[in-house]
């Protein structure tokens, strides 16, 4: 697993959850209804469980999927934020058949495309996402590029938006490239930037070896920081773990039942460091352990430990507990 596409996955699972906070403000403050704020979640967690699957390297197996309400539900959980930038966004559907593709990927990358359109247009600039058979457009009246920029845009770290950004457009391409399809990018300074993708009906067959991980079934968070501690729930369990979170070493140590792996902060109000962390590491209640803490470095790792400096993205959270091996797993070519 390369460290851009690790990168990657972690950009799209902040974007998401960012994007469900997002919508748990609006619905906390009336603003929406709670069935709209759930089918824009729903799409937003639907993008990360595949960028976990990237990032534990499995490969999502093919559905029949439909682009038009792909479409639809990413223009809804990206909502709050152009609403926020003052950019209109709506989606025209001019009729498509169903396509044997990978519903999580066609939203990581329909994802980007908008996310990066909305961020780089100015108030009162619109965006139309396009259906049109097998193929998907996303067009905005933006500045647009110039062709200096146009050239390079798909490389990482390349952006309109400075320094530090533009990971969305190369997490596209490479998508794009992995489902068979063609990507093709027009833009100009005067009338903005257009952006299609288009499918072949059937995914293509791949071929060659491939590593494949699960994520592990049962996470104990120790953590007295309730913000965090809520943020580290929330990711995990969109992507399938069940969750138990205490805040004390205390209700670390009788935490029921047994657990794939533990998230432990060092500084907790009844005792931390390296003590509680040498005592429950003995005390064999989860199989591994990710010290998560601002000075994880004072605390030795065993065999079966990762370090996780804060603060940390929901994506890293996710890539650490992908990359260790949960108890009897197992790994095949």
């Not at 990413?74 to 169903?98: N, T, Y």
């Not at 247009?121 to 933006?142: F, H, K």
């Not at 794939?260 to 060092?266: C, E, G, Q």
């Amino acid at each position: 697993m390369s460290e851009n596409y690790d990168k990657s996955a972690v950009h799209d699972i902040a974007n998401a959850v960012a994007s469900i906070q997002a919508w748990i403000e609006l619905t906390r403050s009336g603003e929406t209804s709670t069935d709209r704020a759930l089918q824009a979640i729903e799409t937003a967690t639907g993008a990360i469980k595949a960028a976990t699957e990237s990032i534990a390297g499995r490969d999502a197996g093919a559905k029949t999927i439909s682009l038009a309400r792909l479409a639809r539900g990413v223009e809804a959980a990206l909502a709050p934020l152009a609403q926020s930038h003052q950019v209109s966004v709506r989606v025209e559907d001019h009729g498509s058949p169903s396509f044997e593709l990978p519903e999580g990927q066609v939203v990581r990358l329909l994802w980007n495309v908008v996310l990066n359109a909305i961020e780089a247009c100015r108030a009162g600039d619109s965006i139309t996402i396009r259906v049109d058979n097998n193929q998907l457009t996303v067009e905005d009246s933006g500045p647009g590029m110039t062709p200096d920029l146009l050239q390079s845009i798909l490389e990482p770290g390349v952006s309109t938006r400075g320094e530090g950004r533009g990971q969305g457009l190369a997490i596209v391409n490479g998508i794009v490239h992995d489902l068979g399809g063609l990507l093709e990018i027009d833009s100009d300074i005067r009338t903005g930037t257009k952006v299609s993708f288009s499918f072949p009906k059937q995914r293509p067959k791949r071929s060659g070896a491939r590593l494949r991980w699960r994520m592990p079934e049962r996470a104990l968070v120790v953590e007295d920081d309730e913000g965090i501690q809520q943020l580290i729930r929330h990711t995990l369990e969109v992507t399938g773990v069940e969750v138990v979170c205490v805040s004390t070493a205390k209700e670390a140590m009788s935490a029921p039942g047994r657990f794939d792996v533990a998230i432990l902060d060092l500084t907790l109000p009844d005792g931390g460091g390296i003590e509680f962390v040498e005592r429950f590491r003995a005390s064999k209640i989860a199989a591994q352990l990710i010290i998560a803490s601002g000075r994880s470095d004072e605390v030795p790792l065993g065999p079966r430990d990762h370090r996780l400096r804060k603060p940390f993205e929901p994506g890293e959270l996710v890539a650490a507990i992908a990359n260790i091996q949960a108890p009897g797993q197992t790994h095949h070519q």
